[in-house]
């Protein structure tokens, strides 16, 4: 995860597990969102299993038009009154990542 920025305003966490090693107080969060995250089962099939990245991003769009569609629709009106957010995540990949994935959901 990032550093905190000045620029980052309104800082939403949107993994399910609280980063290793990471303080609440270093990690600068306005807000917790693990509910929009991606299903512990799918994060580890895409973890520690060959699901493709493509595969895990059809899966994680139906959760997040599926199970998890209350919490997007939670999270969407929370970061309404904001004109800046950031979604920090623990993932190191910037290209393949759920925060991504979340971002244009929110969008929609």
């Known amino acids: 995860m990032d550093d905190p920025s000045a620029d980052d305003g309104f800082r939403v966490l949107v993994d399910r597990l609280w980063p290793r090693g990471l303080s609440k107080e270093?990690?600068?969060?306005?807000?917790?969102?693990?509910?929009?995250?991606?299903?512990?089962?799918?994060?580890?099939?895409?973890?520690?299993?060959?699901?493709?990245?493509?595969?895990?991003?059809?899966?994680?769009?139906?959760?997040?038009?599926?199970?998890?569609?209350?919490?997007?629709?939670?999270?969407?009106?929370?970061?309404a009154p904001h004109a800046v957010v950031t979604l920090p995540h623990a993932v190191a990949d910037e290209s393949h990542n759920h925060a991504l994935i979340l971002r244009d959901a929110l969008e929609a």
């Open 26 to 79: 270093r990690a600068a969060l306005d807000l917790w969102a693990k509910d929009v995250a991606p299903s512990t089962e799918l994060r580890k099939a895409f973890h520690h299993t060959d699901l493709s990245w493509p595969d895990f991003e059809a899966a994680y769009r139906a959760e997040l038009d599926g199970p998890a569609r209350t919490a997007v629709e939670s999270l969407r009106a929370e970061l």
